[in-house]
T-cell receptor, first 113, second 116 residues
Framework: LAKTTQPISMDSYEGQEVNITCSHN???????ITWYQQFPSQGPRFIIQ???TKVTNEVASLFIPADRKSSTLSLPRVSLSDTAVYYC??????????????FGSGTRLQVQP | GAGVSQSPSNKVTEKGKDVELRCDPI?????LYWYRQSLGQGLEFLIY????????KSGLPSDRFSAERTGGSVSTLTIQRTQQEDSAVYLC??????????????FGDGTRLSIL
């Protein structure tokens, strides 16, 4: 099981860049790295996904080193609305074995004015 | 709507009663997942469906929990003889193709279950 480790919480200010790192030392060859954002009373929302190197979309960037044992979600110029819990998920969506899909405890990001 | 729909949004019931939670996935999504989230905690995987089959039931916490999916669409999670520790938010997600490693999951907003 590809267990993930993230900081429990982070604080930032509006306009700053925020980087959240996730450790996944036992990532498997066919695992992808996916990040989700969750607001209170809502289900998680997909942010970005990657396999290696760097991925960028309209809301975030994902940096993955060559050994893939960690990944960093980068949020440019955060605003108050980015206050949420961010989850890192590692694994294939479908596994022919009995491995379960496990989200970690997530990182609670608090953005201050 | 185009997203994953769950009903009811809130359910309060007495200990010992049975409850049914419903999930309508995004049309065309073949994979469906159920998770449980306790207050302030991460998501706990319960069960996964590919079509109407459930190849991975490893997360169901006890035999009081069961789930089914019919017509490759709607799914129902049933909890029998509910206990207070079953109180949580139950989240459903779907993805286009569960057999593809890079398909992200799309979540509903959950059913908040409270056992008195």
């Amino acid at each position: 099981l590809a267990k993930t480790t993230q900081p429990i919480s982070m604080d930032s200010y509006e306009g700053q860049e925020v980087n959240i790192t996730c450790s996944h030392n036992n990532i498997a060859t066919n695992d992808y790295i996916t990040w989700y954002q969750q607001f209170p009373s809502q289900g998680p929302r997909f942010i970005i996904q990657g396999y290696k190197t760097k991925v960028t979309n309209e809301v975030a960037s994902l940096f993955i080193p060559a050994d893939r044992k960690s990944s960093t979600l980068s949020l440019p110029r955060v605003s108050l609305s980015d206050t949420a819990v961010y989850y890192c998920l590692v694994g294939p969506i479908m596994d022919t074995g009995r491995r379960a899909l496990t989200f970690g405890s997530g990182t609670r990001l608090q953005v201050q004015p | 709507g185009a997203g994953v729909s769950q009903s009811p949004s809130n359910k309060v019931t007495e200990k010992g009663k049975d409850v049914e939670l419903r999930c309508d996935p995004i049309s065309g999504h073949t994979a469906l997942y159920w998770y449980r989230q306790s207050l302030g905690q991460g998501l706990e995987f319960l069960i996964y469906f590919q079509g109407n089959s459930a190849p991975d039931k490893s997360g169901l916490p006890s035999d009081r929990f069961s789930a089914e999916r019919t017509g490759g669409s709607v799914s129902t999670l049933t909890i029998q003889r509910t206990q207070q520790e079953d109180s949580a938010v139950y989240l459903c997600a779907s993805s286009l193709d569960g057999l593809a490693a890079n398909q992200p999951q799309h979540f509903g907003d959950g059913t908040r279950l409270s056992i008195l």
